[in-house]
């Protein structure tokens, strides 16, 4: 029991978790699953919902916080040790996850229990949670027989490991490349990134400027590298991530080929036509059909605005760069002069304001004065010593906590994300567990330069990015509800849990709270109102271009999964979907498909739309808080508290469009987020 991974402290010991420790521990706790699971299903334990939590949840909720701990050990400090032992127990955790999760005999229980009377005196949360159990049940494989249900299992277990393999070759491929640039080459580069990328080289004892694939390093390269050959280099080297085009062991083909026959398959055996209408069953859209009719609708509005993005790109670039022949590793560089020459500011110029400190303690007081909490330094084993954590308070009582992971190293899955190390949840014995959430980014980290040390500096877009994942934060950590399987995220549907998050997003293009949140790296003098501005004017640059871009991707993807036979079209699917909505075709070479790790290997398959879904309500929920702008601002105490307890203290205890409506008063309307892009 010396096993840091079966300690029953409030929080994990992630410094101390070793390879060695996860088969042990997995075992351990994986037979502790199974005897509860059959104790459940025996005779002395009634059809119940309290004895059936009773004797489930606690060993269920050991196996899930420690199999997180390897999950995200595995996604933020990989090693090829820790690799093989999380690989070598994953098809053990898969098995019992599925074999649990369609057991006939605990079905028949929960069945017996939703259809007794004292079903109706459950709470609203628990005949939630019920609910989507049965559903659950189901979509699980619970009423197969047979060899039906034999390979049912056998799928799921295939699936993950696929899915794993998919997520470490993109992890690997972007680890593996590297160029080493003079600095002639890196003319037009910012100083904070050429110093950085100076360190990095002389940490190997080699001369130049190491560039690798991960964004701090690669995207200024694209965005201000005056360098063209530099910037295709780095362009090809990126799109081409886990292809046939680079190492073949890192080639993601196969993968995404088995992984698409494997969940088609999945599907037929639940009696369904393809598996996009499984992704469906609990989101809150009806079908594939309506989702792609939604795409296709946003894509024909935002159509007339990307093509004049395009053309005044081309213009511009033609005559004012001298790139008659515009090509996909110049977009950024053109887009970004053409901002420049256009609002009279620079991504750069704004970036000196925005230090990390600075930025992280105005997010904090944004939170604590919409919210009503407090947020405060707390202290925790963590798996790298630039991790922080904090907890959340509200008078005095402790509310929730988190760990936040900000910069980007080796070894860490790129992107930003939000996930849970644990539920609210009233537990058996009556102690209540107060929920805790991983926050992490991928910003470049601090530097030290001429001896002394100096902040992180965080693009716009990375200080969105920031409060985008605070948003999915607070959704998890501001529940009230004490149900684990419907507290926090839990239990909310894939296609509105970007509501909060996305919601965040509006306060970056605040001016009371941008002037909150900078302060001049040298100088410490906030941001000027006058830059500010330009920046508002130049919000929706290029929207038009961005909507189509997300539109290719969640049409791709639901197509993908929607129609038959695509695992041996991939390419010419996604180019069929380029040539309905995209206004610039990439590449040929361009295979994008092979690291869209969010639908391959994150859970997003046949769910990407949920982006711009959620984004009707996001914005419109926004609009709430805009019509009291002119009255006291949009940090306006009253409406985030009717925010708070319609959407984020309830978690996922009702439908999100119960949710949205207790707080909107009506269904959502998509005129705000075309207001809101510029495309109204």
């Known amino acids: 029991m010396t096993n840091p991974l079966l300690l029953d402290n409030a929080l994990p010991a992630f410094d101390r978790v070793r390879p060695g420790d996860v088969a042990p521990a997995v075992d351990h706790l994986l037979k502790q699953a199974d005897e509860a699971l059959e104790k459940a299903v025996g005779p002395d334990v009634p059809a119940d919902y309290d ?251 935002a159509r007339p605005y990307a093509e004049r993005d395009l053309q005044e790109l081309r213009e511009f670039a033609r005559d004012q760069l001298g790139l008659a022949d515009l090509q996909a590793w110049d977009m950024a560089y053109a887009g970004e002069k053409l901002k420049e020459a256009r609002y009279a500011f620079s991504e750069q110029d704004v970036k000196q304001y925005f230090t990390q400190p600075k930025v992280l303690d105005g997010l904090f007081r944004i939170i604590e004065t919409l919210f009503e909490v407090s947020i405060r330094p707390d202290s925790a084993p963590v798996w790298h010593p630039s991790v922080r954590f904090f907890r959340i308070e509200r008078a005095g009582q402790l509310v929730g906590q988190f760990y936040l992971d900000l910069y980007a190293r080796n070894g860490k899955r790129p992107g930003a994300w939000m996930d849970d190390v644990r539920g609210r949840w009233a537990r058996p014995e009556g102690s209540l567990q107060t929920p805790v959430a991983h926050l992490v980014c991928n910003f470049a980290e601090p530097l030290v330069v ?65 002037k909150r949140l900078t302060a001049h790296v040298d100088s410490g003098e906030p941001l000027p109102r006058e830059l500010f501005d330009r920046m508002l004017a130049a919000k929706n640059f290029q929207s038009g271009l961005q909507t189509l871009r997300q539109v290719e991707y969640a049409l791709f993807d639901m197509r993908l999964h929607a129609e038959p036979g695509s695992e041996d079209r991939i390419q010419s699917l996604i180019d069929e979907v380029r040539r309905e909505v995209a206004v610039l075709v990439p590449p040929a070479f361009n ?11 994150g859970g997003y398959a046949a769910g990407y739309y949920s982006y711009k879904w959620a984004e009707v309500l996001s914005a419109d929920a926004w609009s709430a808080f805009e019509e009291r702008a002119d009255s006291g601002g949009v940090l306006d105490v009253e409406t985030g508290r009717r925010y708070r307890e319609a959407v984020l203290e309830a978690g996922g205890s009702r439908p999100a469009m119960e949710s949205f409506k207790a707080f909107r008063g009506r269904e959502p309307r998509i005129d705000a987020l075309l207001r809101h892009q510029g495309m109204a």
């Open 450 to 514: 001429n001896g002394k040390p100096r902040p992180a500096l965080l693009t716009h877009d990375e200080v969105t990015t920031l409060f985008h994942e605070f948003g999915h934060g607070l959704h998890h950590m501001l529940t009230q509800v004490n149900d684990i399987g419907v507290s926090g995220i839990s239990g909310v549907e894939w296609d509105a849990v970007e509501l909060p998050s996305q919601f965040m997003e509006n306060f970056c293009w605040e001016w009371d709270v941008v």
């Open 51 to 301: 004895a059936l939590s009773a004797v489930l949840d606690v060993p269920s909720e050991r196996l899930k916080s420690a199999w997180g701990v390897v999950s995200h050990l595995n996604a933020v400090a990989d090693t090829p040790e820790l690799r093989a032992a999380y690989n070598a127990a994953l098809p053990k955790v898969t098995e019992l996850f599925t074999r649990h999760a369609a057991d006939e005999r605990l079905y028949a229980k929960y069945k017996a229990v939703a259809l007794a009377p004292s079903a109706k005196g459950l709470s609203a949360p628990r005949r939630k949670a019920l609910s989507n159990a049965m559903r659950d049940f189901v979509l699980a494989g619970a009423e197969l027989q047979g060899a039906a249900k034999q390979r049912f299992q056998q799928l799921q277990e295939l699936q993950a490991e696929l899915a794993q393999k998919f997520s470490e070759h993109v992890l690997d491929a972007t680890d593996g490349f590297a160029t080493y640039a003079s600095d002639e080459e890196l003319a037009g580069v910012p100083a904070d990134v050429k110093q950085a990328a100076r360190a990095a080289a002389q940490s190997e004892g080699k001369d130049g400027h190491k560039l690798t694939l991960h964004f701090p390093s690669y995207f200024p390269v694209l965005q201000y590298g005056d360098n063209r050959a530099l910037r295709e280099m780095l362009y090809t080297a990126h799109v081409t991530r886990a292809s046939e085009q680079g190492r073949p062991e890192l080639d993601n083909s196969a993968a995404m080929r088995e992984l698409l026959k494997l969940k088609q398959e999945e599907a037929r055996l639940l009696g369904y036509a393809n598996y996009a209408q499984v992704s469906l069953v609990p989101k809150m859209a009806d079908s594939p059909q309506q989702v792609m009719d939604f795409l296709r609708d946003l894509a024909r509005r």
């Open 591 to 601: 295979r994008f498909q092979h690291s869209f790790s969010h639908i391959f290997a």
